[in-house]
């Protein structure tokens, strides 16, 4: 079993910056992608970044620019530094990661418990 535990989220002004965290601890053999989603009041959880046990990345549209991911293998924490705010980014940021619990094994998917980000005007 995996948990992801994400921190990072809060209020802050538009124009400003927030940097998340997500750390996946627990029993596995390796973590392959890891990621970043969010979801905004009514709307459908949308991929925000994602980023290979490599180091290749996929970054929406919306936020390319101002939003990078990057990851730390060592200490199997994904980060996604956000800048340059929008009230549009306002959502619950939910960390996502596949991760195989044995070398032969499929990869699972987890899922962070989300954590909250408000952007204002």
């Known amino acids: 079993q995996v948990q992801l535990v994400e921190s990072g989220g809060g209020l802050v002004q538009a124009g400003g910056s927030l940097r998340l965290s997500c750390t996946a601890s627990g029993r596995f053999f390796s973590i392959n992608n890891m990621a970043w989603y969010r979801q905004a009041p009514e709307n459908q959880r949308e991929l925000v970044a994602r980023i290979s046990a490599g180091g290749n990345t996929n970054i929406a549209a919306s936020v390319k620019g101002r939003f990078t991911i990057s990851r730390d293998n060592a200490k199997n924490t994904v980060y996604q530094q956000m800048n340059s705010l929008k009230p549009e980014d306002t959502a619950v940021y939910y960390c996502?990661?596949?991760?195989?619990?044995?070398?032969?094994?499929?990869?699972?998917?987890?899922w962070g418990q989300g954590t909250q980000v408000t952007v204002s005007s």
């Open positions: 996502n990661a596949v991760a195989r619990p044995l070398a032969w094994a499929s990869g699972y998917v987890y």
